[in-house]
């Protein structure tokens, strides 16, 4: 009885051994026949990135509007619809900053980086220059020199010329790519109106003409295009009140209002994008999964530690619909190239 059971045991271990062989044998033709099935060719839509860098002062920064009221919020929402990509936007306007301060700043490691990464950049400074030394003038105040209020504002004027020079120096020794997208803009006259009521507008607006005009003459110089927002706020002869028009805002009439940044928006888009477009082109071609804009072990480290992966992927650089060797080798050939 006890040998029948041993019989009986052994022939369930044998039907058990070959329900094994069998589960595993068809689970290996199964797998066997997805990993031999034709591949989908897939195309990956990248999301591009772009760095835009801000500098200027309180207006840059958007006191007195809300944080999606500025002029570099709007702009930067421009930059993604026209050309299609996210703007990892960096906001440098510091409130107070004067052509003198911004000097100060470009010691700083974080500030000059900003600039030194940026694709597109922009600067709107002399403000507070120039409202400090009208301030001065209006208030019968002397400075060095002859003394007198008028003094002030040459004062202002000299100062602002030399600094604006060294800042656009050292922006473009941080900055020198050719395609980096580098604008400048005229400064506006806020109290026009209480101005030309008290009978002093015309001497201060010729100080003023001054400073807008070598930032022109700057621009030119370097080959940067020019945001006339001066013009837009006081028109072609200066004398048009940004106050009666609704682009300044209280206390002070000092800031733009939420009209004012958009008009200042809308001139930095029709003023375009230089040679951005050139970066996109070379973005393109180069397998940067980490949208650093460069090539280097770290897209190395992604492509190979997403092996094997199927589907619609970044890490397929040949979008062949996975992620294999040969993708690895894409990446490794354009190692340590970049788009800049």
């Known amino acids: 009885m006890i040998k029948g059971k041993k019989v009986l045991g052994k022939k369930v271990g044998r039907i058990i051994l070959i329900s094994i062989i069998l589960s595993v044998a068809v689970l290996a033709l199964f797998f066997g026949s997805l990993l031999k099935s034709k591949v989908v060719a897939t195309t990956y839509t990248p999301n591009y990135t772009l760095k835009y ?28 619809l026209d050309l299609g990509v ?35 950049l922009t600067l709107y400074i002399g403000f507070n220059d120039f409202q400090l030394a009208r301030t001065q003038y209006v208030n019968n105040e002397t400075c060095p020199g002859s003394g007198s209020p008028e003094q002030c504002l040459i004062n202002a004027v000299n100062t ?15 900055n020198s790519s050719r395609n980096t997208a580098f604008t400048v803009a005229t400064i506006y006259y806020h109290l026009v109106a209480q101005d ?35 013009n837009a706020f006081n028109g ?26 958009t008009v200042i928006a809308n001139l930095l888009r029709s003023t ?23 090539v280097n072990s770290t897209d190395l480290g992604q ?28 990446v490794a050939s354009k190692y340590g190239q970049s788009c800049k």
Request: aromatic share 10%.
């Open 272 to 294: 375009g994008y230089g040679n951005v477009n050139n970066i996109l082109t070379c973005l393109s071609t180069l397998p940067d999964v980490n949208n650093d804009h460069m």
């Open 160 to 174: 602002f010329n030399s600094n604006y020079d060294q800042i656009i120096a050292q922006i473009k020794s941080l």
């Open 236 to 261: 072609p002869n200066g004398d048009q009140d940004p106050v009666a028009a609704g682009y300044l805002i209280w206390p002070g009439y000092l800031h733009p209002t939420p009209l004012g940044h």
């Open 303 to 330: 492509v190979a530690g997403h092996f094997g992966l199927r589907g619609v992927s970044i890490y397929d650089i040949d979008h062949n619909g996975y992620v294999n060797s040969m993708d690895i080798q894409q």
């Open 53 to 80: 860098t801000a500098l200027g002062d309180s207006i840059t920064s958007g006191i007195g509007v809300g944080s999606q009221d500025n002029y570099v919020y709007k702009f930067s929402n421009y930059i993604n």
């Open 196 to 230: 030309l009521a008290s009978g002093k507008f015309t001497i201060i607006n010729k100080y003023l003409n001054q400073m807008n005009n070598h930032i022109v003459q700057t621009a030119v110089a370097n080959n940067l295009p020019v945001t006339d927002i001066h």
């Open 86 to 120: 996210t703007a990892n936007t960096v906001n440098q306007g510091i409130p107070y900053w004067t052509s003198a301060l911004i000097l100060v700043s470009m010691n700083d490691g974080q500030y000059r980086n900003n600039i030194a990464n940026a694709n597109i």
